[in-house]
């Protein structure tokens, strides 16, 4: 089974930054396309980022610009830099697998305010 575990979420002020990160729990990374999903309070889930196990990115125009997602597949992390956050960016974030049907249990998530 694997595990997925989102940190470093926080509050910040419109125009700011933040880097989050998911450590899966078992060396299986560098296998699947992850991404980066958020769920604002009612409203579907949503993909914000992705990337491919060759590093192809991918990133809806409401973030595109302004998001960055990464992968270190010897530490089995993805990583979520967001820079020039707005208000609607105010959502928990997750990842999990992209560009595909399958997808592992959902992790608990990291909350992401940007508020003034």
């Known amino acids: 089974q694997v595990q997925l575990v989102e940190s470093g979420g926080g509050s910040v002020q419109p125009g700011g930054s933040l880097r989050l990160s998911c450590a899966v729990s078992r060396s299986i990374v560098s296998l699947y396309a992850m991404g980066w999903y958020r769920q604002a309070p009612g409203k579907q889930r949503e993909l914000v980022a992705g990337i491919t196990d060759t590093g192809t990115t991918y990133y809806p125009d409401s973030v595109k610009g302004r998001f960055t997602i990464s992968r270190d597949n010897a530490k089995n992390t993805v990583f979520l830099q967001m820079n020039s956050l707005n208000p609607e960016d105010t959502a928990v974030y997750y990842c999990?697998?992209?560009?595909?049907?399958?997808?592992?249990?959902w992790g608990q998530g990291t909350q992401v305010t940007v508020s003034s």
């Open positions: 999990n697998t992209a560009f595909s049907d399958f997808r592992w249990s």
